[in-house]
């Protein structure tokens, strides 16, 4: 097994990590009740998706 002849820099050790952090996921509000749910799902409190009722939601 290869072993590193050198030691990597912190500068090196850096530039590969900038790409490592997550990205921050987009929220848009329920037409229907305004909760803040994802774009392009059912919206988790009314269970409304595009104006029509796609899911019954449990009510605790």
């Known amino acids: 097994m290869p072993?590193?002849?050198?030691?990597?820099?912190?500068a090196r050790r850096d530039?590969?990590?900038t790409h490592d952090s997550?990205?921050?996921l987009s929220a848009s509000s329920c037409p229907n009740c305004?909760?803040?749910k994802l774009p392009h799902r059912v919206c988790p409190s009314?269970?409304?998706y595009r104006?029509?009722?796609?899911?019954?939601?449990?009510?605790v």
């Open 3 to 10: 072993n590193p002849k050198r030691r990597h820099s912190k």
């Open 15 to 17: 530039r590969r990590r």
């Open 22 to 24: 997550l990205e921050v």
């Open 34 to 36: 305004g909760v803040a």
């Open 46 to 48: 009314c269970g409304f």
């Open 51 to 59: 104006g029509k009722k796609a899911v019954n939601v449990a009510t």
